[in-house]
């Protein structure tokens, strides 16, 4: 797959938030998220504190994934603004929430990535970088592995499989090979590697309209593949169900999937995953700073509920960690079979 | 039965139907079945291939599509798969030659 146009540049109707939860609210046959969760007695669902802020720099990415569900790409130019990053450090500093998630786009593309880390860095809290693994190899990134390193970041690096066919029909042609290089860039620097402290967590998302398999198998699956085929170490594996949102959508739509894929979320339903879903414990700010259930509420334009505060500049921890979580029908897509969030299972 | 013809694929998330004529039969066939491929001293993933390898020599197009989607699932590869495929094609290849032994003996003893 060479690169290809984000749905907004493309203007496809699928780029609107509003098309993707019209079909996602189906024809009314199948049972809505609400319903389940409610009939499992899990309903309303609620946060239970606020233990991650995970930080949307914007939608700029070197990459253009079949799968990705902000439509993040070279074409995309919403990014955060040096004010809002601060908002986000403010928000951080009259808190005390442990870990700082930031995701992008390529987060590092954004001018105030660095700043974002030694504030977080400098506060004492953990910080996370989902990284797409190929922009470390950009010129302009040359010393990224080695700021990262330096400041203790973990790395959340996306890589759906083990070989290059499957890697690069999800990620681009060409992805797999650099993203090895980039891999063996950070375990060069004592990422991944045992007894470092330096964490290199791989992300997989199925290449395809299935289910994740068992994150248990896959790690050991991926750690003796990696290691015998390419000679490089990481620390652990997150499986990540792909959310019928955004790309992934217009793949299951063109593909014929979509039905079944559907089906299949909603027949896997755990009621013992919901528990652990990654909203209860998060909250997520987008690139101009208003506040989300998730990542994926996020590019669905979905705020949190008015009743708590939708602006990271009002930040407020304790209502936040209370606040009533906003669900749709892709939300089927964290409650399948183990769960999914991203941390992995939620099981 | 709203089809003429035999297969039809969404009658694969049917297949619970069955029981109805005889529920505690199939009560018993679905515990062996979830035992059969629940990780064992074989991987999941292994058992996946297996039926996979099994479901094309018995040529059941339910089973296909079921186990094409579960070795992904589980992990697989098409490569993977295809290997599977091959294995079972090998062995209903070579149990057809095979035979052509007693084919042989058959022949030896009719001809003069």
């Given at each position: 797959m060479s690169l290809q146009a984000s749905l907004r540049s493309r203007q496809s109707?699928?780029?609107?938030p509003d098309e993707q939860l019209r079909i996602l609210a189906g024809e009314g046959d199948a049972a809505s998220f609400d319903a389940t969760l409610a009939g499992a007695q899990l309903a309303p669902l609620r946060a239970s504190g606020v233990g991650v802020l995970q930080i949307n720099v914007g939608k700029l990415c070197n990459q253009s994934c079949g799968h990705c569900h902000v439509d993040a790409g070279p074409d995309r130019r919403e990014v955060m603004t040096p004010e809002t990053a601060a908002q986000c450090i403010a928000a951080l500093a009259r808190s005390d929430i442990p870990t700082v998630d930031i995701t992008g786009g390529a987060p590092e593309l954004n001018p105030s990535f660095r700043w974002l880390v030694e504030q977080s860095h400098a506060l004492g809290r953990h910080v996370i970088d989902r990284c797409n693994l190929t922009v470390l190899l950009l010129p302009s990134q040359d010393d990224l592995g080695a700021f990262l390193a330096a400041h203790r970041v973990e790395v959340v690096a996306s890589l759906p499989y083990y070989r290059p066919a499957q890697t690069d029909a999800q990620r681009g042609d060409g992805v797999f090979a650099r993203s090895i290089a980039a891999i063996r860039k950070l375990n060069h620097l004592g990422y991944g590697q045992p007894d470092s402290g330096l964490e290199l967590n791989l992300v997989v998302n199925p290449v395809g309209a299935f289910l994740p398999a068992k994150q248990t198998a896959i790690e050991a699956q991926f750690r003796r593949e990696l290691e015998r085929r390419e000679g490089v170490v990481f620390s652990h594996l997150y499986t990540i169900t792909n959310m019928p949102i955004s790309r992934f959508l217009e793949f299951l739509l063109a593909s014929g999937n979509y039905q079944a894929y559907m089906e299949r979320l909603v027949a896997a339903f755990n009621p013992g995953a919901v528990a652990g879903v990654m909203c209860r414990s998060m909250v997520s700010v987008g690139w101009d700073g208003t506040l989300y259930d998730c990542d994926f509420n996020q590019m669905l334009e979905?705020?949190?509920?008015?009743?708590?505060?939708?602006?990271v500049r009002d930040f407020d921890a304790a209502r936040l960690g209370t606040r009533r979580i906003v669900t749709r029908n892709h939300c089927y897509g964290c409650t399948a079979g183990a769960g999914s969030s991203c941390g992995g299972t939620t099981t | 039965m709203d089809h003429d013809h035999y297969y039809h694929a969404g009658d694969l998330g049917r297949f619970a139907e069955i029981g109805k004529g005889n529920p505690e039969l199939w009560e018993k066939f679905s515990a062996y079945y979830a035992a059969v491929f629940a990780e064992g001293a074989l991987t999941e993933r292994e058992k996946a291939l297996i039926a996979l390898g099994v479901a094309n020599a018995v040529q059941c197009p339910y089973c296909i599509d079921a186990y094409s989607r579960a070795c992904l699932e589980k992990g697989s590869n098409v490569e993977e798969m295809t290997e599977a495929v091959h294995v079972a094609c090998a062995i209903r290849g070579g149990a057809t030659l095979v035979h052509g032994v007693q084919m042989r003996n058959v022949v030896d003893k009719l001809s003069m």
């Open positions: 109707a699928l780029a609107s979905l705020p949190v509920r008015d009743d708590a505060p939708r602006h | -």
